[in-house]
């Protein structure tokens, strides 16, 4: 895919880590759980009634927080927990500190400590939410 397309209007784009942090979203996969993942989308998460189930990401100060959710304990979850940090207001720097299972996992599987790797991500607005998208 062509960075190009995304980069239509983006010249007053900034996102910021107040925006992150005080926000709910969806994303397409568990961000950082495969390496060579290029890719992500982001979208607000909406408070409605029903929680919205499937791949779910959080912010704070300084982490990130990335997981599956589900409406029954039948499944095989997920989860992602690592540090980030702007370069600017539009890359973002991610490192995954734990990638830890729960659920169906059978046999159980163990967490996972990846040896640290920090890995560059350009952020774009789209019309439905942002895309971020590896930067080599």
């Given at each position: 895919?062509?960075?190009?397309?995304?980069?239509?209007?983006?010249?007053?784009?900034?996102?910021?880590?107040?925006?992150?942090?005080?926000?709910?979203?969806?994303?397409?996969?568990?961000?950082?759980?495969?390496?060579?993942?290029?890719?992500?989308?982001?979208?607000?998460?909406?408070?409605?009634?029903?929680?919205?189930?499937?791949?779910?990401?959080?912010?704070?100060?300084?982490?990130?927080?990335?997981?599956y959710?589900?409406?029954?304990?039948?499944?095989?979850?997920?989860?992602?927990?690592?540090?980030y940090?702007?370069?600017?207001?539009?890359?973002?720097?991610?490192?995954?500190?734990?990638?830890?299972?729960?659920?169906?996992?059978?046999?159980?599987?163990?967490?996972?400590?990846?040896?640290?790797?920090?890995?560059?991500?350009?952020?774009f607005?789209?019309?439905?939410?942002?895309?971020?998208?590896?930067?080599?």
């Amino acid at each position: 895919m062509s960075i190009s397309c995304l980069s239509l209007g983006q010249s007053k784009f900034e996102l910021s880590k107040t925006f992150l942090v005080n926000h709910k979203w969806k994303i397409d996969k568990i961000l950082g759980l495969d390496s060579t993942d290029g890719e992500y989308n982001l979208s607000l998460a909406i408070d409605t009634p029903w929680f919205d189930y499937g791949n779910r990401i959080g912010f704070n100060d300084s982490m990130f927080f990335s997981f599956y959710t589900a409406p029954c304990g039948n499944d095989y979850f997920t989860d992602v927990v690592g540090y980030y940090e702007f370069l600017d207001s539009n890359i973002l720097l991610i490192n995954v500190r734990r990638i830890s299972y729960h659920g169906e996992w059978n046999p159980p599987r163990p967490p996972v400590t990846p040896p640290e790797n920090w890995v560059k991500l350009k952020v774009f607005k789209k019309e439905d939410g942002y895309k971020f998208v590896r930067v080599l």
